[in-house]
């Protein structure tokens, strides 16, 4: 039986707020002077954007502040350390792409068939079984995966049906590019869903790769538009009732200085005289690096190294328990002995996703109160009345989502 009143949610990766005012988004414009605009969406401090958005949660609340983390459960790498460190040892003798890439792609076969899969990335084969997804690391669909009532335990609560065949998370392999999830969702628009879920991740693609004034941006913008619209126009002939939700979920902020985390790193451990595993372990971000110290002996001295490198201090600051406390990240026992985060502008490179050689122009994942980090939101439909405010949290989402008539 179909639903007569639907909600699309479009959760659009990485659209900054201020993209809507460079003249290449009419049909986006016109949404947000017809409905509910919020004209910046401002994210929590942190990387579980999910978690927010689907369970109203602050870091600081839901206790997830990274994607990865140390494993505090079981992970599906630790059963097979020993063929991970002879495929390291591989990897490391050939110093191959093509071998590292086939190495990791097979490994992905293998872990994504499991209960709790995690992707290798570009994390050191022999260190992967020391970690785990967050957010991710349970589908966030089943009954109290977060720990905490999320939007799909509100629907399953309710027996309302939701379409999420066109969303992705890090657990997930994405169903094609957003013109393919797109037409999956309207190929679907029939049937008895209350809510659809629809990823669009050619924005954060496009600016990691060519920054965010560059033409191909640009580009990218408008091919959005063009495609919300379209998409606007096709489920309604459907569903002329949808109330449609245009979600910017952060933004994102051009590169101007690189920090090599490992060359630092590795020069601190050497003179300590410390070996990767057995003496520390480390996960390298984008932007974050942090420092788990197993040498209780000298872990004061090793931390006092990095709080004394310039240009750690000048690029970045280091999260304290105080300061994490103050900015309401979630610190405990399993925080890592040294957590620096870099400045606005500041990559890691290279990191645990990316080799040296794939510099990015543009990154997120900085302290929210740099205005390029900010999103945007637009809720719009036949039944939305006009109307405009300054800026909301990304949590305030959870609640237009529990929203449905």
Known sequence: MAIKNKTVFMLIDAFRYDYLDRGLTPFLDSQKIKGQYTKKIIPGHGFCERAEMFGGKKPSESGFFTAIDLSKEENIYSRYSWVLNILNFINNIFNSKLINKIIRRLIWEVVNKTKHPMHPYRIPLNMLKYFSLTEDYIDMRKKNALGFES????????????????????????????????????????????????????????AHKYGTTSKEINNTIQTIDSQMKDFVKDFSKINPDTKYIFLGDHGMIDIDTIVNAQEIIDDIMAKHQLKIELDYNIFLDSTLIRVWIKDKLNKEKIKKDFLLNSELTSNGIFLTQKLASDLKIPYDVHSADVMWWANPGVLISPDFFHTKNEVKKAMHGYLNTHKDSHGFCIVSGKNIDSSSVESEELTDIFSKLKDIE
């Open 151 to 206: 939007i799909f335990d509100y629907l399953n609560d309710k027996n309302l049906k939701y379409f999420y065949d066109s969303c992705t998370s890090l657990s997930l392999a994405q169903n094609g590019n957003d013109q393919d999830r797109l037409n999956l969702a309207l190929k679907n628009a029939n049937d008895d869903s209350s809510i659809y879920f629809v990823y669009i991740g050619s924005a954060d693609a496009i």
